[in-house]
C-alpha cells in the first residue's frame, strides 16, 4: 500500500478533483456575486457580511452546504455530478 495521493488517473469521473474550494468561491463570487450566491444557497456566511474567508471557514467544516456551493459551481460550468 502507498502513502501517495490519489493522482488523477485514481477519480477520473470526479469534476470536481484537483479544484480548490477557494478556487471554486472565487469563480463563484466573480459571476454571480454574494447576493445571488445566498438566494441560491441560503446560508449566512453568503448573507451577512460574505468573505471568502469566513465562507471557506464554514463550508470546510460544513458538508452539506460544500454540497450545494459544488453542485453551483458544477451547474456554472453545464457539468453535473
Same mark, same amino acid.
Given at each position: ?11 477520473? %469521473? ?10 471554486? @468561491?472565487?469563480? /463563484?463570487?466573480? #459571476?454571480?456575486?454574494?447576493? +445571488? ?6 446560508? %449566512? ?10 465562507? @471557506?471557514?464554514? /463550508?470546510?467544516? #460544513?458538508?452539506?452546504?460544500? +454540497? ?14
Amino acid at each position: 500500500m502507498s502513502d501517495k495521493a490519489p493522482s488523477k488517473q485514481e477519480q477520473p %469521473n470526479n469534476p470536481l478533483h484537483g479544484v480548490k474550494l477557494v478556487d471554486i @468561491l472565487e469563480e /463563484l463570487v466573480a #459571476t454571480y456575486g454574494w447576493k +445571488e450566491m445566498s438566494e441560491r444557497v441560503n446560508i %449566512n456566511c453568503f448573507k451577512s457580511d460574505p468573505s471568502i474567508k469566513s465562507s @471557506l471557514k464554514f /463550508l470546510r467544516r #460544513t458538508p452539506w452546504a460544500r +454540497e450545494k456551493v459544488e453542485q453551483m459551481y458544477l451547474y456554472m460550468n453545464g457539468r453535473k455530478k
